[in-house]
């Protein structure tokens, strides 16, 4: 199993408990990004980074995704294609996205994308806090305990 991040848009804290994760298991953690950022010398942790451009990161997530495989992101069409693919996802702030959810998931999103674009004010989620954190690091060692 790796554990593939959605680097441009996953929070620090989230980054922070992941690179904890791949010493403390082992596991490999991929932060994929359009963007440079800190990644500590760890022989578990490793930067992949792709050209600019939109979904680019997403792409190749996707694309290198493996069944089993862990999938750390906020975007829930991409986290659909994942599930697709057989992988798994947790979102930043502690929600696991299966078979089972994403397609609720995927039919709100689309309804705010279109109020959104509809010039309705639909709101941001808010600011990442200490409970998501707390949340992500919960479920992330749920998982871990039963699928590592």
């Known amino acids: 199993m790796k554990i593939w991040v959605d680097g441009d848009a996953c929070p620090k804290p989230v980054k922070e408990i992941l690179f904890r994760v791949a010493d403390r298991i082992p596991v490999e953690v991929v932060l994929v990004a359009n963007s440079g950022m800190f990644v500590p010398q760890s022989r ?83 600011p990442f806090n200490q409970r998501d954190r707390q949340n992500f690091a919960n479920e992330l060692d749920r998982y871990l305990r039963e699928n590592g």
């Open 44 to 126: 578990w942790v490793r930067l992949v980074r792709v050209a600019p451009g939109f979904d680019v990161a997403d792409n190749h997530i996707v694309k290198e995704v493996r069944p089993g495989d862990l999938v750390i992101t906020a975007d829930i069409p991409m986290a659909a294609e994942v599930i697709g693919n057989g992988g798994i996802c947790l979102s930043p702030r502690g929600e696991m996205l299966t078979e089972a959810n994403i397609q609720g998931r995927l039919t709100m999103r689309n309804f705010l994308e279109e109020l959104r674009s509809s010039d309705v004010r639909t709101g941001g989620p808010p």
